[in-house]
């Protein structure tokens, strides 16, 4: 590709040795010539952590350690040999070369809606990946909490590119769409209580069914939040290239024309 960017929805810090993570996001950038966005969280899923043996540490302590392993990231990315000595990591007379391509460094999207997950977007980031499958509602109103959080750190909250994720799919008849879309929910969906509003915010807002339902769900977004930028998760996976050719054959172009 030559135009496409790459990034991840997220990756969760404490999950990764941050210098490590920061050397692989600076070779993407260097290989796409500068095309790479990093998704960034504290991480949530107990079992992601455990299954690769790595300790599942409670809600405040996972937020530090993801504040300190973004500092060194960004370090890394920008300075010729970082020291650095937290709680959680220390590094020693440590290089990065080469360095991304994208200064001063690769965008950092943040992805959740928590307080705490807020204020490290202000602080170190560049865009903010708000929940899946949500009311314009909720968006509007987490907006309106993170621009009272940059107006306490200083931060214009202009600067901060919103980014709206719903699970995605297109097709030529709606009610197909639709079938898929509850047969993915009930073979697919998460346990408890986070699984059924998972369900229900999948059922309600996704941007599911013919490319004319797809582009009226996006520019309702569009209107009633600000929202310019939208991932859109294609599920199930069988049906994904069918819907993704849908999606840049009709979908996109229409918002091009605009």
């Not at 903010?128 to 909720?138: A, C, F, L, R």
């Not at 709606?174 to 915010?201: D, K, N, P, V």
Request: with cysteine; glycine share 8%.
């Amino acid at each position: 590709t030559e135009k496409v960017i790459v990034g991840t929805e997220v990756s969760p810090i404490p999950l990764r040795n941050p210098a490590i993570l920061a050397k692989t996001v600076a070779t993407v950038d260097v290989l796409s010539k500068g095309r790479v966005v990093l998704g960034a969280g504290a991480g949530w899923n107990r079992n992601e952590f455990e299954s690769l043996g790595i300790p599942f540490d409670k809600y405040e302590n996972r937020f530090e350690q993801m504040n300190e392993g973004v500092e060194i990231m960004k370090r890394l990315w920008t300075e010729p040999i970082v020291n650095y000595t937290g709680r959680y990591y220390r590094i020693r007379n440590a290089r990065l070369s080469p360095k991304p391509i994208q200064k001063p460094h690769p965008p950092l999207w943040f992805g959740g809606f928590s307080d705490r997950l807020l204020e490290a977007v202000v602080k170190h980031g560049s865009g903010w990946i708000h929940g899946t499958n949500v009311s314009p509602e909720k968006i509007k109103s987490d907006l309106e909490r993170l621009r009272q959080i940059a107006n306490k750190f200083g931060r214009d909250v202009d600067e901060i590119e919103v980014v709206a994720p719903f699970v995605s799919h297109v097709a030529r008849d709606r009610e197909y769409a639709r079938r898929s879309i509850e047969r993915y929910i009930e073979q697919g969906q998460l346990t408890g209580m986070l699984g059924r509003h998972f369900a229900e915010g999948t059922r309600r807002y996704a941007v599911w069914g013919t490319p004319k339902d797809c582009i009226e769900r996006i520019e309702q977004y569009m209107a009633l939040t600000g929202v310019q930028h939208f991932i859109l998760d294609l599920r199930p996976a069988a049906t994904a290239l069918n819907s993704l050719q849908l999606i840049c054959n009709e979908v996109i172009p229409h918002f091009q024309r605009e």
